[in-house]
């Protein structure tokens, strides 16, 4: 069996699409466009590359964008001053921190000094928390791409096996609390695997839907992987390439070749999870406008 190849490029356009227009519905009613922030610290290459790619996705969209770029000796303090003056800032409407920080800076304490409401990464402990009850007001943008691209692609995911590889608070976790709901494109039977896992290829080998969010190439192998099975592969990793221009190239957490002489559907890495994280980013600052333009504090209807 060859899989069918999932364009998360294509799934994405579609997203833009929807967020133009909200983006200009909004304009009409309320005179102004929703903004976006983005705090960058330090000089990591991916984190300035990542930043580009959500500018550049909120222009096409027409939300306003500004980056506060500090270098990588900016204490926490100031930090911390940066954040509560956007929380606290009525023109902002979404607050980004880009992770990870520079290893001297507490991540936990800076997300926590974010506006909840204005906090569109989903990871502050009352959006975190309005998640695990399935009252989601904001839920972090990659896993809110792999759901919607299950839903575009018509994977039932009611009663499905999912089993994802990797527990982080950024992409295994919520994505887990996401397809435990009662909803469209959820209700399934989730497993969740991470180190602590005796046999992590007896799991994945039951999974009707597999999501590999480890972090290293090669996480899942074909011998891993259920004939028929769904494959999206959050893994982005760089690896050496002398063919290619900029020295690298990347990959996913999964054998591709022999993955997809196996599953049904499966994402390539890049063209897949990747451009649905911005996407759903742009869904998500739209929701925070609309959030504060109409004081609706609470929960969004999935
Ligand atoms: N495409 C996108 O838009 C996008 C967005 C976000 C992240 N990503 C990519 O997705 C990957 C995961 O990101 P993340 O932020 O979730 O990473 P992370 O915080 O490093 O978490 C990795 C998770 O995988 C588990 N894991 C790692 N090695 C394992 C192994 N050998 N066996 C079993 N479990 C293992 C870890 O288990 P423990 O908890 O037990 O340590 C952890 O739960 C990265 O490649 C990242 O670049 C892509």
């Known amino acids: 069996m060859s899989a069918r190849i999932i364009d998360g490029k294509a799934v994405a356009s579609k997203v833009h699409d929807e967020v133009a227009a909200g983006v200009a519905e909004f304009k009409s009613k309320y005179g102004t466009v929703p903004g976006l922030t983005v705090v960058l610290i330090g000089d990591d290459p991916a984190s300035h590359s990542y930043v580009k790619g959500k500018e550049r996705a909120c222009e096409k969209v027409g939300i306003v964008t500004e980056t506060i770029r500090r270098d990588a000796s900016t204490s926490q303090a100031e930090l911390i001053e940066i954040i509560e003056g956007l929380s606290a800032d009525p023109k902002v409407n979404g607050i980004l921190v880009q992770l990870p920080l520079p290893k001297h800076l507490n991540e936990d304490e800076v997300i926590h000094a974010i506006d909840p409401l204005k906090d569109v990464d989903g990871l502050h402990p009352e959006n975190a928390g309005l998640l695990m009850l399935g009252q989601t007001r904001f839920a972090p943008a990659t896993p809110l791409g792999v759901q919607r691209m299950l839903v575009e ?103 591709f070749e022999g993955a997809s002489e196996l599953a049904s559907a499966i994402t390539p890495v890049p063209g897949g999870v990747g451009p649905m994280t911005i996407a759903m980013l742009l869904v998500n600052v739209l929701q925070a406008a609309n959030l504060a333009a109409t004081n609706w504090h609470h929960i969004r209807k999935s």
């Open 153 to 255: 692609e018509n994977v039932e995911m009611k009663g499905a096996k999912v089993v994802i590889l990797g527990r982080s608070k950024l992409v295994g976790m919520p994505l887990t609390a996401l397809l435990l709901q009662k909803g469209v494109g959820a209700n399934a039977t989730v497993t969740v695997c991470h180190t602590g896992t005796k046999d992590i290829a007896a799991e994945t080998l039951r999974a009707d839907v597999l999501i590999a969010a480890a972090g290293f190439p090669g996480a899942i192998t074909p011998e891993m992987v259920k004939p028929g099975a769904v494959v999206i592969d959050v893994g982005v990793s760089r690896v050496e390439d002398s063919t290619r221009k900029r020295g690298y190239r990347l990959t996913g957490d999964v054998e």
